[in-house]
Nanobody, 123 residues
């Protein structure tokens, strides 16, 4: 089981940038795919992006494509979500999660979750 802790959230103006980090514990981190999800008040948790264990493949939701970038450093057991050109509609709690699946982006396919970090984008 991988344990995950997100950090890096905060308040930023529209057009600004933030980088979220996801620190993982457990020796299996390098063997799992990692995903980022977000949940705004009153809305369902939605997929943001994912990266395979080797960083060879990434996938993004259409709403963030071209603005967000996922990366990971297995030597540091850490994943990242670089968010640029932020919009007020990006306001949400952001979660990182891990999965042994590849190419599956439903929250139910991810077995380990962090506690979330709040991102607020002001207009």
């Amino acid at each position: 089981q991988v344990q995950l802790i997100e950090s890096g959230g905060g308040l930023v103006q529209a057009g600004g940038s933030l980088r979220l980090s996801c620190a993982a514990s457990g020796r299996t981190f390098s063997s799992v795919a990692m995903g980022w999800f977000r949940q705004a008040p009153g809305k369902e948790r939605e997929f943001v992006g994912a990266i395979t264990w080797s960083s060879a493949l990434t996938a993004y939701a259409e709403s963030v494509k071209g603005r967000f970038t996922i990366s990971r450093d297995n030597a540091k057991n850490t994943g990242y979500l670089q968010m640029n050109s932020l919009k007020p509609e990006d306001t949400a709690v952001y979660y990182c999660a891990s999965t042994y699946y590849v190419g599956r982006y439903s929250p139910r396919d991810f077995g380990s979750w962090g506690q979330g970090t709040q991102v607020i984008v002001s207009s």
